[in-house]
């Protein structure tokens, strides 16, 4: 049983607990299918510049801001911000706002990954095939046109509307996996960082372990080297373009899970004289790590898949040109093909036209890059068919992914839970099983939107609007509100306090100066590009007279307002609370009678 | 007398030659990869292979049809390539110069294609009857599907892990009460001992359960004060 502080927050069983949660928070699904996509079609090793300056500049020194936040005022987000200014409070309940509905949405992408996990136990698996269709004469015809991994992505899985607008049924299987997933988190999340504190030790060392594994298979594979290669050719000439910049920028921020408010949660538990500055060091650089070292095993697979692709076209053309001149079986090897070709051309061109024969190109396998859910469950589900032992690396692959998610999971809910203990709406009565019963069981209703037939359209919305623009003007007001309203001075004297060192020029640079200019100048950079297009999603569209390439459509008005919505509340706690402390002033100057309540003088608040 | 005889001999290979090429009436295209099924095993096409291609025929019309006419000479072979791929025809020896119905003969491959393809070590793939398509398979399927078996698994194991930390915490929870109020109750009563004669608190004594003895109540100064 554990022992609670005189104060009754409870704490960390010990430091590296408290850093795996961290890690585990940080590294996330983005650190393996975002990063090496970025680093893809940013110009491969270059990209790596844009990447150390931005972790340098504004990834260290808001991590090592917030954890200090969080260790010093020893309080969840909302209660935190409100200990720093009243009316800096509106931060505290952006954040607050900002994790209830990335909660809600990221847990969709788990059942997802649990939905594959449990199907990767057959024989053949699932995506492998086509089905028949109905009266058995040939294969389904949507799978057909386009591929079998396709096809169990979007018609098995999510059933997918061809429009946003067209919000079909609830689909039965993803509500249990749902249920489920949410089951799971409610499991570790039961009791606070009691229960999490031990479930990290597996969720957050697990994926290296498989990423290890699959480090060395991938690198076994044929292809890698070409897929290696491709990955990391440096070419400098793409740093002229500022989309690098920006893209290396936001990347750094979102990979860090930044302005949740879990970090604060976390490091809210630690016990006071935790040395927090090596601490922010320590987590972002493992972060980083991580992603490098996550990008080896995914571009050795995608090399050993774009090499598959490209044998597999050659094969074809080959079968097809010994079919038709009756030449004997191996007379045309892979390696001896353009020879060929450039024979038959000259002496039977007619023939060689008539056959209609695709042109072969590997780089052109190579380039078809993807991010996201896509790389997941599309591209890697392919590449997995082709290794032997299928059903085992899918297994890990998707456990991986479960874990990845989890972990960042605890952080989200972290935030969500911690702040909502310190209310004083939740009475002390309530017991935490209860409470987080309740989160979970609330998540829960309002995720089961996102397992209707148009869900994942809604969960790309969420994902551009609600886990971008409103975490960087949460992370502005942060970095201005201690550099500039609590002051850094006093910050720093709690600081060294802590940790007892005096702060040391490069925070107090940055803090002050650099990183607030950099989040601005990326909020601006953001914003102007979303305004520059039409927000446009591509949708899966079996009667598209294209098809299978996915239809391009614009969102309807209606949609479009609930995007802006959804970018726009969190941040607009941040003047409304600031408002209603300035509006409460007022009066309370106008009356004189009553006594105004100093209720956090204090920097030493418990 | 002779002279006719080998007109008729050279006119009957010559009458069948016109039977079999490609793209005649009921004539069947088969094409063979025997390198990309058996590899490193792969046999060589010859004569002797064409003459088990002709018995497998004349088998399949013989089993198809119940009527034991069809020789293997009935089966005629033309165009052999590199490839190798052929054309192949059926004569009816029953009526003279033609061929048997092209869906007789299909009928009768599908219906032995197993056999055929065993006997050259191949497969659908890799021995085929370019106008005869294949059969496809229907997909095994299980009675219950496996991932509700897997799901099933997983749900109990959560829900058993969330019945037990739920337990446990209620049981703790009456722990940690039942220890307060304990304490509690001493703290109030700190200045008081209770003092205990043979198990039993001094003031229940002195209320309910003991007597007074007189012999010694009386002289109250020889008690030493608590």
Known sequence: PEVPKEDGRPKWDNKFQYILSCIGFAVGLGNVWRFPYLCQIHGGGAFLIPYFIALIFEGIPLLHLELALGQCLRKGSIGAWHAISPYLGGVGVASWMVSVLVSLYYNTVLTWVMWYFINSFQEPLPWSICPLNENRTGLNEECYESTAVNYFWYRKTLNITPDVTDSGTLQWWLVLCLATCWAIVYLCTIRGIETTGKAIYVTALFPYLVLTAFLIHGLSLPGAAEGLAYLFTPNLGILKNPRVWLDAATQIFFSLSLAFGGLIAFSSYNPPNNDCEKDAVTVAVVNSITSLYASIPVFSVLGFKAITGYWDCLDRNIISIINEFDLPEESITRQNYTDWIRFLNSSNSEKIAGLKLKSCDLQEFLDQSVSGSGLAFIVFTQAIILMPGSQAWAILFFTMLFSLGLSSMFGNIEGVFTPLLELQIVSKSIPKELLSGIICLVCFLIALCFTLGSGSYWIDIFDSYVGSLPLLVIAFFEVIGVAYVYKIKRFSKDVKRMTGRKLNLYWQLTWRFISPLLLLIVFVAFVTLQIQKPPSYTAWNPKYEHFPMKEQKVYPQWVLAICVLLAALPCIFVPLVALFHLIKRMCRSKDPSSVPPEAFSSQEAD | ?226
């Open chain 2, 1 to 226: 007398m002779l002279r006719v005889l080998l007109l008729t001999f050279s006119v009957v290979p010559i009458a069948c030659a016109e039977l079999c090429k490609p793209d005649a009436q009921n004539a069947f295209k088969v094409r063979l990869s025997i390198k990309t099924a058996l590899g490193d095993n792969a046999y060589a096409w010859d004569a002797n292979e064409e003459y088990l291609f002709k018995a497998m025929m004349a088998f399949a019309m013989r089993r198809y049809s119940s009527k034991t006419t069809t020789q293997i000479s009935n089966v005629l072979l033309c165009n052999v390539t590199d490839r190798v791929s052929f054309w192949f025809v059926v004569t009816d020896s029953s009526k003279n110069m033609t061929t048997v119905p092209g869906s007789e003969v299909e009928a009768a491959i599908r219906m032995n294609r197993n056999r055929i393809n065993s006997a050259f070590l191949l497969s659908d793939k890799t021995l085929q009857f370019l106008k005869i398509s294949t059969t496809l398979a229907p997909p095994v399927e299980p009675s219950t599907p496996v991932w509700l078996i897997v799901f099933g698994v997983v749900l109990s194991l959560i829900v058993a892990g969330i019945v037990f930390l739920i337990v446990s915490g209620i049981q703790q929870r009456k722990r940690k009460n039942k220890e307060s109020t304990e304490r509690e109750n001493l703290e109030e009563k700190g200045e008081v001992t209770i003092t205990i004669e043979n198990g039993i608190p001094c003031e229940t004594l002195d209320l309910k359960a003991g007597h007074v003895n007189g012999v010694f109540a009386a002289d109250d100064e020889r008690f030493s004060s608590l």
